[in-house]
């Protein structure tokens, strides 16, 4: 689990990934979060919502996290690996930086039937294609919409799938 501290610390880094992620993204942004019901799995403080507009309901299983979540949005504490949460109750599901920590799928099940996922991960160079099979196995059921990298100073690998 990462420190709060340091993640704290990472804001206006998160801030420029999320900038390059909307320009990546393009009109595909509209299609994934208007008038949506957005589920971020691994929340953390909110990052990503101040970043980008939609209803989201995040999760984490850090309570000073959610505590210090700077959003304004609903959050629950609970298990990325089981989610508290109906099934098909949400139109997207995103994850940022959280899918290399969780062992199983059940975002597919909270997902309704032609939602969106978006999920991305951070690499270095000499893991790289290990964290791209990695997410692109999570969803290999799903019709890729879009799949990107981040090259800033924290490199991300990001894809855009539809159920």
Known sequence: MMS??????WQSLQKQKFVEMKKHLGSTVDEIFRAKLVLDIGCGFGYFEKSFKGKFVGLDNDLTMLRGN????????GDGDRLPF?????????????MH?????????????G????????????????????????????????????????????????K
């Open 4 to 9: 709060t501290s340091i993640y704290s610390s």
């Open 70 to 77: 700077v959003a304004i949005f609903p959050r629950v504490f």
């Open 86 to 98: 109906k099934d098909e109750a949400f139109d997207t599901v995103i994850s940022i930086d959280t």
């Open 101 to 113: 920590l969780l062992k199983n799928n059940d975002f597919f099940r909270v997902l309704k039937p």
């Open 115 to 162: 939602g969106t996922v978006l999920l991305s991960v951070f690499f270095n160079n000499d893991n790289y294609l290990d964290r791209r099979d990695m997410l692109l196995k999570k969803v290999k059921n799903m019709e890729v919409i879009k799949e990107f990298d981040i090259l800033g100073r924290e490199k991300e690998f990001v894809v855009v799938v539809r």
